[in-house]
């Protein structure tokens, strides 16, 4: 097959983004030394950022978004992998300004690519995709720096996105009792059903912040919102807790006193999936698909097709999505 088919992203005359599911040469592709024939992506906040022109996302147009791939390789120059290896891509440039995993096949750097654990199937690995591997990285921190079930709940803001919903389940899977804030109070019965054991809205995590200190209330935090949302998650975390943060979608300003640092000891983790080197990579891959895989990830998940992608990029746009959204790129 020298074409496939590819969600393409273009910038007309008058600076608006247009999308459309084309024909493509594979030709076209970027230089790399690693063809996979892409199987499974999935759609983050970032692919709809990146698919309506965001200039800090991708600058460069035409353009083909999907920062997660997962699929069979077809070739690989200097023999990293072999024809036939199924591989997972998340984070680096793919789907930013390097064309990415809204189409049938990809181009990369092999350093890029993970070998994909026995554990997990290709549409499981897509399932957990850029997102999931954040929740486990965010858990994975946690846990690490000595928080235990013991020691009280854990927060999840963004509950019903893509990283807060891996991280209820993988979070509930570990025995921690968490508590699930999110703006769908329709969607209590489905954050309930990941294990979350309270769940929360956001005028209830607003209140009182003009404080600068609050309540103890919470052992650890997964903040996937940041802005007003972290500030409060801070301020609410008890002594000695740590709290996770990897998102910006409330703001990525940050508006809180050093009172919860130096007074109670909270530890504030920022979590990069993009640039993670590969040893801790392969390492977390290897948990999702083992002792921490979950086993309700069809669950979590809505299958699409390229062709029904336009419409879903508007809705994460509108904060209508919640759980995770993969992308049959064979359909």
Request: charged share 20%; aromatic share 6%; proline share 3%.
């Amino acid at each position: 097959m020298t074409t496939f088919k590819a969600l393409l992203v273009e910038k007309a005359e008058d600076k608006t983004f247009t999308r459309s599911v084309v024909e493509r040469n594979i030709d076209e592709l970027p230089e790399g030394n690693l063809l996979i024939r892409v199987s499974y992506s999935s759609l983050n906040y970032k692919d709809a950022l990146s698919a309506s022109g965001n200039p800090g996302v991708s600058r460069n147009f035409p353009h083909t978004p999907g920062i997660d791939a997962a699929g069979t390789v077809v070739s690989c120059d200097d023999n990293t992998f072999s024809q036939g290896d199924e591989v997972i891509v998340t984070g680096y440039d793919l789907g930013m300004n390097t064309a990415g995993g809204f189409a049938q096949y990809i181009r990369i750097p092999s350093k890029w690519a993970v070998a994909k654990p026995e554990g997990l199937t290709l549409k499981e690995a897509m399932i957990l995709g850029t997102a999931g591997f954040t929740a486990g990285l965010s858990v994975q921190a946690i846990v690490e720096n000595n928080v235990s079930p013991e020691d009280g709940e854990i927060l999840v803001t963004g509950a019903t996105g893509g990283v807060g919903s891996v991280a209820v389940a993988l979070l509930t899977q570990a025995g921690f009792n968490v508590v699930a804030c999110t703006g769908k109070d329709s969607e209590a019965d489905f954050l309930k059903s990941l294990g979350a054991s309270r769940v929360i809205t956001r005028d209830t995590m607003l209140e009182n912040k003009e404080l600068p200190m609050l309540k103890e209330q919470y052992a650890g935090v997964v903040d996937t919102v940041g802005g007003e949302f972290l500030a409060q998650a801070i301020k609410s975390t008890q002594y000695g807790g740590v709290v996770t943060c990897c998102g910006l979608t409330a703001s990525a300003q940050l508006d809180v006193s050093v009172f919860p640092f130096i007074l109670r000891g909270v530890s504030l983790l920022g979590i990069d999936s993009v640039e993670c080197p590969m040893a801790p990579r392969l390492r977390l891959w290897d948990k999702l698909a083992g002792d921490w895989k979950l086993n309700m990830l069809d669950s979590l998940t809505t299958e699409v097709g390229l062709d029904a992608l336009d419409e879903k990029i508007n809705d994460i746009l509108k904060g209508q999505l919640f759980g995770r959204t993969i992308v049959n790129v064979n359909l």
